[in-house]
């Protein structure tokens, strides 16, 4: 068991924050282009009915982006098995940038790699139960709420509806898929559904929550009842590890080590194995993506606690 406190993600937080300035918030999201830089957050929640400790501003709330993709996977595979799912959807690794189109059109037969890219994130969303895009994104906030014990969770209108207004290249991924016998049914329904599930928000506390419970199997960190199935967890995990940072992954196993999932908000949940759920929060972002001070921080707190699962 890995002890980490206050203290801890007080001093490592002080000392990554510089690296914001060597960051770009996300503007092909018009109303993430507004959030502000220096803003920054960390929580880490512990497995074993232990207080979440936290540093930053701990309550401020960002949407999840591209977090969601674990959600819906996980919801995906609880909904219809693994073999419905990955005839949709591969399990490799692309090192293609997350809204790359390229090799929808190289790999036969045609499918997307997996499913931490846009691409297979779109495939898998198309897969979620409901009778239109009010019961899926119903479906998708469910969980976030069983996971977080928040049943107040819900997305932020006005990201939806900027990313539903611009997202051309999903719109494209989307329609390739279509044609392609990937995706049924109606692209602008999807398009509904995945930009509102990116959308949802949460703050550093609730999304750390949300890693301790994959941190536990699947099982509840506090009470340890189950909330998903641990072969469910295992391979969101998995995913995480592979996938999880983008066209990163790879360099982030090695530096940090741990599964990962980042959106393009500027936040982060890092899995820490049998001891919590790590989250933090900075929108300055990196060329692939990910959160500077976020990158950063996780590579100093994995170094000086030996959380490398390597
Ligand atoms: N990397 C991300 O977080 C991407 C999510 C974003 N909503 C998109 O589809 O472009």
Request: aromatic share 8%; hydrophobic share 40%.
């Amino acid at each position: 068991m890995i002890e980490i406190d206050e203290k801890d993600l007080h001093y490592w937080l002080e000392h990554v924050k510089i690296y914001a300035n060597n960051g770009k918030v996300a503007d092909y999201i018009p109303a993430l282009a507004n959030q502000q830089p220096e803003i920054n957050a960390t929580a880490f929640y512990p497995i074993g009915d232990k207080e979440v400790a936290c540093a930053g501003q701990a309550d401020y709330s960002f949407t999840i982006q591209s977090v969601s993709k674990v959600l819906t996977l996980a919801l995906a595979l609880i909904q219809h098995g693994e073999q419905a799912v990955f005839s949709r959807v591969g399990k490799e690794p692309s090192s293609d940038p997350f809204y790359s189109i390229q090799k929808l059109e190289v790999e036969k037969p045609s499918k997307p790699l997996n499913p931490m890219i846009n691409a297979g994130a779109l495939a898998v969303t198309n897969m979620i139960r409901g009778r239109g895009s009010e019961e899926m994104v119903e479906e998708i906030l469910n969980l976030v709420r069983l996971l977080t014990d928040d049943p107040s969770i819900e997305y932020d209108e006005e990201v939806a509806r900027s990313e539903f207004e611009t997202a051309f290249l999903n719109r494209a991924l989307s329609y390739f898929m279509k044609q392609n016998g990937i995706i049924t049914g109606s692209v602008e329904e999807l398009l509904d559904v995945y930009t509102k599930q990116c959308a949802i928000t949460v703050n550093v506390k609730q999304l750390a929550r949300i890693a301790a419970v994959f941190a536990n199997d699947g099982k509840d960190p506090d009470t340890n009842q189950p909330l998903l199935p641990s072969h469910v967890a295992r391979v969101c995990k998995t995913f995480m590890v592979t996938c999880g940072m983008y066209d990163a992954s790879g360099t982030f196993a090695i530096n940090v080590g741990i599964p990962a999932k980042s959106g393009v908000s500027g936040c982060i949940m890092g899995v820490i194995k049998e001891s919590g759920g790590l989250a933090v929060f900075g929108p300055a972002l990196d060329e692939q993506g990910n959160s500077v001070v976020g990158m950063h921080l996780l590579k100093d707190l994995a170094d000086d606690k030996r959380w490398s699962i390597f």
